[in-house]
């Protein structure tokens, strides 16, 4: 569906309707936002129960540091 | 809004989670297009590769799945910085009119960029004020 096609229902609406259709949309944008936010945290749990524990570094700050030297090292620097 | 995630951040979020993740989870509620670039996503896989050779694949499909807005990293190189390594991640951003890059490294940050900024997740929770939601 291509957004010429939903201006050419949309002008079709009455007033109440159209206001109807633009509470639905409203509702289904917010629908998808939480379906991409719960798409990430299940990502995040999968990704958990693969390393089992293993979080690869000690810590952030030394992941941070690691990215920062990981980063200098592929561009010669 | 255009919010480019630096490797360091994506990284911190999938697998530290912690406030990275929570500000990641509260973009997307909010409705922010979070982006990531080429650079970015070949940056996670090799050190995927290297930190866990055998399950770099299945967290890198996983990764895929999330659907984060895709970026083709550009060519030719934009902008300046003092600290070099980072000239792709601000070159690209600009080639996209991102504005803001969220990282975690200390000399991005104090680049003194003022377009597009460079954030930490603490400096973009209070730039969106978005720390009010969790008190309420």
């Known amino acids: 569906m291509n957004t010429a096609l939903v201006n050419e229902l949309y ?3 009455s007033d109440e ?3 109807d259709a633009i509470d639905y949309m409203e509702y289904l944008i917010e629908r998808d936002r939480k379906r991409r936010a719960e798409k990430l945290v299940k990502a995040c749990e999968e990704i958990d129960k693969i ?3 293993d979080t690869g570094w000690a810590n952030e700050e030394e992941m941070v540091a690691d990215m920062a030297n990981f980063r200098k090292n592929k561009m010669k620097l | 809004m255009k919010i ?3 490797t360091n951040v994506l990284i911190s979020a999938l697998i530290f989670h912690g406030k990275p993740l929570a500000l990641l989870n509260k973009l997307i509620l909010k409705g922010y297009t979070i982006y990531v670039t080429s650079y970015i996503e070949q940056e996670f896989k090799e050190k995927l590769m290297q930190k866990w050779p055998y399950k770099a694949d299945n967290i890198y499909k996983i990764y895929k799945n999330i659907g984060f807005s895709f ?4 060519e030719e190189k934009f902008g300046t910085l003092r600290d070099e390594k980072d000239i792709q991640i601000l ?3 600009i080639f996209y009119g991102i504005n803001v890059i969220l990282s ?3 000399d991005f940050l104090e680049s003194g960029l003022k377009y597009p900024m460079v954030m930490s997740v603490s400096m973009l929770y209070d730039y969106l004020d978005l720390n009010k939601d969790e008190h309420n």
Do not use: F, T
């Open chain 2, 91 to 93: 070159s690209d951003a």
């Open chain 1, 17 to 19: 309707s159209k206001s």
């Open chain 2, 4 to 6: 480019l995630i630096d």
């Open chain 2, 71 to 74: 970026l083709r990293s550009s």
């Open chain 1, 11 to 13: 002008v079709q609406l």
């Open chain 2, 104 to 106: 975690g490294d200390k």
């Open chain 1, 51 to 53: 390393l089992d524990g």
